[in-house]
């Protein structure tokens, strides 16, 4: 009995020698260069954002942002530096503008570029915490000592079997290669898979948009700040807006009436033809994206800054 018990007790300590690695080496390094998944482009975006001098120009959003924008014809026609923030509609309006928060400053330009009735509510916590522990700071919640360690030792083992056991194949999948960004926080990882087949949304509801409140009070910090905070509508398929565009007009009609931001462009201003969406509302393809890139640069070409001049930048 003895003896067996010395055999477990010394199988445990090799057990816990070999697993103290996972606890306190990063594979892939600090930017987990091996995991796929895309919550985890946050440590890109974040490393982008906290790089770049003012004046500077941040847009933040879901997916439509991170699936809808070519930031690099954007920082080239404004003549600005420029990050896409924008990720996942499911980290809620609250996460997306706290992330901002402390890292805008004066002559800083922030386009809103959100779905349309987007929630406060985070539903992606446990993502965001385990691939940027960091962000609990903005979801404001404190987790256990012990969380880090064992978020660590799956991100350890999620880069072993991305790494070695099971490579990435190449399909249609959005969700393949979807941490793939361009230095801008774009993604570009989809670009040149085929098309899969677009889902059509279906019957939207209205509901007042109670976040107009906490969209005013961002605007009001970061006019204590000095930067310019815009809102523009998301993409959305001419057939699904059609099908809802009396509730596309009631959601308007709030903003006009209620939000403190400046608004550019109309909702109908950013439907597009449905063969121009990748595979659900709000991603656009290829040909969409540059189609809405264009209208985006018009729009800020075409708003007034704070000091009575446009956007356009000096030739």
């Not at 700071?137 to 012990?146: I, M």
């Not at 083992?157 to 926080?185: A, D, M, W």
């Not at 809102?231 to 709030?254: G, H, M, Q, T, W």
Request: neutral net charge; glycine residues 6%; contains cysteine.
């Amino acid at each position: 009995m003895n003896k067996f018990l010395t055999r477990l007790l010394l199988f445990f300590i090799i057990l816990i020698l070999l697993l103290l690695p996972l606890v306190f080496i990063k594979i892939g390094g600090d930017k987990l260069r091996y995991i796929d998944n895309p919550t985890a482009a946050l440590i890109d975006k974040h490393a982008r954002l906290d790089s770049l001098p003012s004046p500077k120009l941040i847009i933040t959003g879901g997916s439509n942002a991170f699936y809808g924008m070519n930031s690099e014809r954007i920082s080239r026609e404004l003549n600005m530096n420029v990050v896409n923030m924008g990720l996942f509609a499911g980290f809620g309006l609250d996460f997306m503008l706290n992330e901002l928060e402390g890292r805008i400053h004066a002559n800083d330009k922030v386009v809103l570029s959100i779905e349309y009735f987007l929630t406060s509510k985070c539903s992606a916590e446990e993502d965001i915490l385990k691939y940027y522990p960091s962000a609990s700071a903005y979801l404001h919640v404190k987790e256990p000592f012990y969380t880090k360690w064992i978020n660590d030792v799956k991100i350890n083992i999620e880069s072993v079997q991305n790494r070695i056991l099971t490579p990435v194949k190449r399909s249609s999948n959005i969700y393949v290669h979807s941490r793939t960004i361009n230095k801008f926080g774009d993604a570009v990882g989809y670009l040149t898979y085929k098309k899969p087949v677009y889902g059509h949304y279906g019957r939207l509801e209205y509901r007042h948009y109670e976040e107009i409140a906490t969209l005013n009070r961002f605007k009001q910090r970061m006019d204590s700040v000095g930067a310019e905070v815009y809102l523009v509508f998301p993409p959305f398929p001419r057939s699904d807006f059609e099908r809802n565009k009396d509730i596309f007009d009631r959601y308007y009609a709030d903003l006009k009436r209620e939000l403190k931001i400046p608004i550019l462009g109309t909702p109908e201003g950013m439907v597009f033809d449905d063969t121009l969406f990748y595979d659900t509302v709000y991603h656009l393809d290829k040909d969409g994206r540059e189609a809405r890139t264009d209208r985006l640069i018009n729009l800020l070409l075409q708003y007034p800054t704070h000091s009575g001049t446009t956007t356009r930048p000096v030739d």
